[in-house]
């Protein structure tokens, strides 16, 4: 049954023959991060490890950490104790500047160039050509504007132009900080087509975001309140914990659960 | 340090400010406009108007590019840009030296035209060749683009990337021998002005000014601008920091 539903389903992503080379062990391992920042601490703690090809999803509300912790993964935080591994290394590596793309929540481009100029530009950091920044263009769908500059686009179209250019290196760990914030339904959709295919084509995936109704999309969910996990498992997990089946009532519930006390107790495991 | 990612970050600063025809402009047609003002404020062409108007060739490179890069590489900075490329396989050095390179090829283009404004149309009298006072203001103008993108560092919005001019720039316009010659300064203000760069530029422009061939003075003046481009550089990379709190 099971071999069944992955021929139907297309590529199974845990097969190496599809992946290439397995990385051995997690694409990333978080262990007792702690980052504290003006005598506050921010992150407290927290580990967690993803498998290649794998979507986790951070949740929580604003102010709980996500973007430190993606800051963290990235490797541009200062941590104040535990260690972060992507792929093996130290966050931050050299090694690891054209494997781990990073897109930041609100979109660090170049508002006063086309929208091509800016992925050409990103692709040529990488060292690669036009043929590459046009299908990353391509990919976000943004074809049609390709030679727009991109502080006259949308919102949403400047962060998918931003999502464009840390696509183009095609890396092998994407960290997706709150990407679909302003997107509408539809592309909201294609987006989240484009990091299954991404996951599927082998890429670990990170995605922050506090839409609860995304969370349904990802592998894998981590809950985030106060500078510590206060849930880690399966959608189908969370929900079952919480005895409902709506993603927004499950996070209102563990939220207040994690605030009335029980917080080191609550990991689901899955 | 990679040519390709200097080259295409050079290529990309061009490219924004070939978008912007304003500043473009003014790059280009404010040094003639003072230039101008200049001439009519000493009553033409002469000897005074041969002095000052050789100086200020050196001087409008030096204020424009200051500005124009801090409040760039401050723009790069707020808006995310810097953080990400540095998460990328680009090195400091590209960044600052595509700065470099990118003003600098601006500057050539500022200086040619403000030369020939001041040579052919306000008849501008040097004992040295032109090319000489050309050359001076393109190093001038990358001294403006080392100090701005240093100063950016300490600037977190452009308002305050402005004050840096009063502090930075107008001291070294006021002290370079040009209000009162150097030898009139009291003891300590002629010892602070020696160790400012733009009196050394000064000096090397009046050298062309006074003799038709280069002169030691003015390879040593030269020597100290280029080495303070160095120095500043050098500066702003160590403050370029990949993680941040």
Known sequence: MATHSSEINGPDVNDPAINGPAINGPAIEVD???????????????GFSCPPGSITGLLGPSGSGKTTLIRALVGVQIITDGTVTMLGMP??????????????????????LSVAENVRYFAAVFGLGTAEADRAIDDVGLSTAARQVTGSLSGG?????????????????????????????LLREDLWDRFHTEAAGGTTVIVSSHVMDEANRCDRLLLLREGTIIADGTPADILSRAGTDSMDEAFLSLIRHSMAGGRSTDEVTS | MSGPI????????????????????????VPVLL???????????????????????????????????????????????????LTTPAAKPDLLFGYGLAFGVAADVQGAVACAAAYWIFDLRTAGPAYLVIGIAVLNALLGVALGLLCSAFARTEFQAVQFLPLVVIPQILLCGLFVPREEMAGWLGGLSRVLPLTHAVEALQQVGLHPEPTAVMWRGVGIVGGCVVLALGLAAATLRRRTP
Do not use: H, K, N, W
């Open chain 1, 91 to 112: 966050a931050g590596s050299a090694a690891l500047r054209s494997r781990v793309g990073y897109v930041t929540q609100s979109p660090s481009v170049y508002s006063d």
């Open chain 1, 32 to 46: 007792r991060l702690t980052v504290r920042r003006g005598g506050r601490t921010v992150l407290d703690g927290i």
């Open chain 2, 6 to 29: 200097l080259l295409a970050t050079s290529g990309r600063i061009l490219r924004q400010l070939r978008r912007d025809r304003r500043t473009i402009a003014m790059l280009i047609v």
């Open chain 2, 35 to 85: 230039l101008f003002l200049l001439y009519y404020m000493f009553d033409g062409a002469g000897q005074r108007f041969d002095g000052v108007a050789l100086v200020m060739l050196g001087i409008f490179p030096f204020v424009i590019m200051f500005l124009v890069t801090s409040i760039a590489m401050l723009r790069e900075r707020t808006s995310g840009t810097l953080e990400r490329l």
């Open chain 1, 157 to 185: 179209q400047r962060s998918r132009v931003s999502l464009a250019c840390a696509l183009v290196a095609r890396p092998e760990v994407l960290i997706l900080d709150e990407p679909t914030v302003g997107q509408d339904p």
